[in-house]
Structure formats: structure tokens, C-alpha cells
């Protein structure tokens, strides 16, 4: 049976995302395979970097569908997390939903990074804030993308002191950001005048598309904007930037 080789020996950069959507994939192959009764053989080639060993053995394909994991003296540096949504979730209000669950699993991550790497935590109003915005990012993948299907993902290696960088992935399935400024094309309060004059002066040089995910990131720009029944609709569009000044 056909398998699936993997090879990152000349890798020296990677995407956090890349890797995630690659494994995400891969292992959705591999239960397809399986549920048929076909073997799903699996190999990876890796880089001379140990750095990028490391992250390419603790997260993604290689992580998903290979047993090759990074050695006991590594794992204690590493640190991961990935929190999952549920598509078919029941809310009752005798548990916390899965939304708020994988919130303060995320928060508990970024202290146990931020211990590991410089002996701190976040502050009561840090943890608040960052809840704030994780939730936020969580809500809108959801209510934009009209899928309940979202991922939440945290890396960091420890191992070099010197090269600390925290990595953060949040990823949603569904309708992309554009379509949901396009469908909303004759809405003045969503498709604005001010969006329609610059993806006009720019259409020459770039998709519609484009444009409309850079407009898309500016502040107060929203598709619901024109919601009536969302409390928030005045607001919305001031995520990103809040997050950033973070």
C-alpha cells in the first residue's frame, strides 16, 4: 500500500500553521485508510538543525501519524498545546463549555511557558485580558466561518535561552474572510464605501480577495457589523489591534 514520505532535511524556517494543517491531514488519511483496512505507512526525513527536529517531531504530521518522538531529556523544554473544538457539543449548565475549557488550558500554557523560560506568570489583569482576546478570536471563528470547527495551538522550546519564541496558531474551517465581506457586498456598514474605493484602486495589482483581507485586519472593520441582534456589533473590529498592543 501507498504510504506518504516527508522530507524537511533542508528545512530551516517553518510555519506553525503549515505543520498543524499538514498533520491535521495527514492523520484524517491515515483514519480513512484504516476504516478500509489499508495500511497507511509513513516516513520523515529531517533536518540537520536540532531546533527543527524538535518542533517537527513535537508538532504535525510527525506527531500525528509517526511514532518518532523527541528524546525523554527534550520533552521537559517543549512545550505544547492544542485545544480542539466540538462540533456536536451539548451546553449544559451543569459544565463549562468546550470554548471556555480550552481557554484556560491555553492560559495555563503561556504561564507555564512564561515560568520555564523567565520565572514569571501572567497578572490577574494580564490573565483576564489574554482570556479576553483568546475568546474573542475563538467567537469569531466561529461566527464568521459558519462552522463550529476551530483549533487552538501554543510552542515553545526552552531549550536556548537565547532563541525563546512563542508561537501561537489559531485556525478555523468554513467560509473564508473575504466571502464574508462579499456576501455582504450592497451592506454600507459592512462592505464600506471607504473598502470598495481601495480595492478599486488596487484591483489592477491584486485580487479582490487580497484586498479584502487587508481591510479586513484594520480596526473597526467587521462583517457584522450591521448585526442588529449582536450586542457587540458597534464594537466589533477591535480585536486584532487590542491583541497586538498586548
Given amino acids: 500500500h501507498k504510504g506518504i ?3 524537511f532535511s533542508k528545512t530551516t524556517h517553518h510555519d506553525l500553521g503549515a505543520q498543524i494543517l499538514l498533520g491535521v491531514e495527514a492523520k484524517d488519511l491515515s483514519i480513512i485508510k484504516s476504516q478500509h483496512g489499508i495500511g497507511f505507512p509513513a516516513q520523515a526525513l529531517y533536518p540537520p538543525d536540532e531546533g527543527m527536529r ?3 517531531r513535537s508538532i504535525g504530521i510527525v506527531k500525528e501519524i509517526m511514532n518518532d518522538e523527541i528524546a525523554p531529556s527534550d520533552k521537559d523544554k517543549i512545550k505544547v498545546y492544542t485545544g480542539t ?3 456536536n457539543e451539548k451546553i449544559s449548565l451543569q459544565s463549562s463549555s468546550k470554548k471556555q475549557r480550552v481557554v484556560d488550558g491555553f492560559i495555563q500554557h503561556m504561564n507555564d511557558c512564561l515560568t520555564s523560560s523567565i520565572k514569571k506568570i501572567l497578572s490577574p ?3 483576564d485580558q489574554f482570556t479576553r482576546y483568546i475568546g474573542e478570536l475563538i467567537n469569531n471563528a466561529q461566527d464568521h466561518s459558519g462552522e463550529q470547527m476551530w483549533s487552538v495551538h501554543g510552542y515553545l522550546d526552552t531549550t536556548n535561552r537565547d532563541k525563546l519564541y512563542q508561537e501561537i496558531v489559531i485556525y478555523n474551517l468554513g467560509k473564508d474572510i473575504a466571502s464574508t465581506f462579499k456576501d455582504k457586498r450592497e451592506v454600507p456598514e459592512v462592505y464600506t464605501p471607504k473598502m470598495k474605493a481601495y480595492v478599486a484602486a488596487h484591483s489592477k ?4 480577495d487580497a484586498l479584502l483581507l487587508v481591510q479586513s485586519l484594520q480596526q473597526f472593520v467587521s462583517s457584522r457589523r450591521d448585526d442588529d441582534e449582536d450586542e457587540g456589533s ?3 473590529g477591535q480585536g486584532l489591534s487590542e491583541m497586538l498592543q498586548f
Fill in 85 to 87: 473544538s466540538e462540533t
Fill in 205 to 208: 495589482r491584486c485580487s479582490e
Fill in 5 to 7: 514520505s516527508v522530507d
Fill in 54 to 56: 524538535r518542533v517537527i
Fill in 234 to 236: 458597534f464594537t466589533r
Fill in 125 to 127: 489583569e494580564g490573565e
